[in-house]
């Protein structure tokens, strides 16, 4: 039985989920005035905190028609979708399940159809303006989406019948940052599976960590204390030319701390606590913005401990994976990465990991923060939907059966195991 480890820091940094291993409800011990006895109520695990949540959609029945949902085939998004029957893999039967028991309670076909991120958008819009009644639910990469609300193609969550954005099956940012003015074309639901995989964290390689004799790294950061300056002292020493060749070989030595381009190193600036907009209002810290452009380039181009290579991209032509590739491979102590990384590289990994959230810029910053890539899943319903009722209806069931029977294996899939 291979490798477990720690949700808890993990969870608390991603929205409409609970903490793995926390009591979903009190717990609370009451004592028996009759008896004198006590009654210990046991809390529930994840899992069924999950899986007893209720939506309270009304029972209807859409006569076995059609419900058509856009997908993309971008990095691992079709796993979350897809699944023709079970076979024994988690993720693919809990998808199955969920699928399966939609269908089942509302007397609906689920039909997907997967294309490319690119694609998908001027698909939906050609369908929309000629007034076709084809898409019903349309799923897409959150960078590409933004045509679909300046074409004026979608229809408001806020006006949603059904629709419940105080459930935990949605991101509660659908109101606080994605409405303006009461109108919302775009919603985040655990639907979309991608909105915990592209959650970016901190893995470390724990057989490293106990080499170089470093602290308990998840009582670090419950007090407060796990800052940028505090990983990097932990990995300016670490590298070891490992194949003996004298010359620093990215992939073949060991460094302290591994990172592609983009998105990898730009999180750190909202890891740091640094914005852009709130509310609509400018908020950005030019002062700030420059102190943490200036360290990050350091870093990433001056540091001894760190591997970053600009030209990186693996086989598939990704370029966000090298830091996570080497943490498989046994050769970094630290790696910024996605969450869906433990299930495209790190089932087999030569080490035990753990995952940590991105460091604070300093111990003055109260929280800790992450964000999600751009690649994630955003949710829109078009205009040109006839039967809105069934739309509202169906987007809130396939969120709140996600919630229910796919959320925890696919946490038990991309964080806890490894594989057997």
Not at 166 to 184: E, I, M
């Amino acid at each position: 039985m291979k490798k477990a480890i720690t949700l808890l820091l993990l969870c608390s940094l991603i929205t409409s989920l609970v903490s793995c291993g926390e009591a979903a409800s009190s717990g609370d011990t009451t004592a028996d005035t009759d008896s004198g006895a006590a009654d210990t109520t046991e809390p529930l695990s994840f899992a069924d905190a999950h899986a007893q949540t209720k939506d309270g959609l009304p029972a209807m029945d859409f006569g076995g028609e059609e419900f058509v949902i856009t997908i993309n085939n971008y990095t691992g998004c079709e796993a979350g979708f897809l699944a023709e029957e079970t076979n024994g893999d988690v993720l693919n039967d809990a998808v199955y399940k969920r699928n399966t028991a939609v269908e089942e309670r509302f007397n609906v076909k689920l039909k997907y159809e997967s294309g490319a991120y690119d694609a998908i958008p001027g698909q939906v819009t050609k369908s929309v303006t000629a007034g076709d009644d084809y898409y019903q639910l349309c799923n897409q990469h959150a960078a590409s989406a933004l045509p679909w609300v300046t074409g004026g193609i979608l229809m408001n969550w806020q006006e949603m019948p059904h629709v419940d954005f105080s459930q935990p099956w949605w991101s509660p940012s659908n109101d606080a940052d994605l409405t303006y003015n009461g109108r919302a074309y775009l919603a985040v639901g655990d639907f979309g599976l991608t909105t915990i995989g592209r959650t970016y964290a901190i893995y470390y390689d724990m057989v490293e960590a106990e080499s170089y004799k470093l602290p308990d790294l998840y009582e670090m950061v419950y007090d407060g204390k796990w800052t940028f300056d505090t990983m990097l002292s932990y990995t300016k020493d670490t590298y070891r030319d490992l194949n003996g060749n004298g010359t620093e070989d990215t992939f073949e030595d060991l460094y302290g701390f591994s990172t592609s381009v983009g998105t990898n190193v730009s999180a750190f600036y909202w890891a740091f606590g640094g914005k852009i907009m709130d509310k609509g209002e400018m908020v950005l810290d030019i002062e700030k913005m420059a102190d943490i452009a200036t360290k990050m380039i350091d870093v990433c181009w001056n540091y001894p401990g760190t591997a970053y290579d600009p030209g990186y991209a693996n086989a598939s032509g990704n370029r966000n994976y090298l830091g996570v590739e080497k943490m498989a491979q046994g050769t970094t102590l630290f790696a910024a990465a996605m969450i869906d990384s433990g299930i495209l590289y790190l089932r087999d990994s030569v080490n035990d990991y753990g995952i940590l959230p991105y460091p604070k810029w300093d111990e003055a910053q109260k929280d800790y923060y992450t964000v999600v890539d751009l690649g994630f899943t955003v949710m829109g319903i078009p205009k040109s939907v006839v039967n809105v009722e069934r739309a509202g209806i169906l987007a809130e069931a396939l969120c709140a059966e996600t919630y229910r029977t796919v959320v925890s294996p696919y946490y038990e899939m991309a964080i806890k195991q490894k594989g057997a």
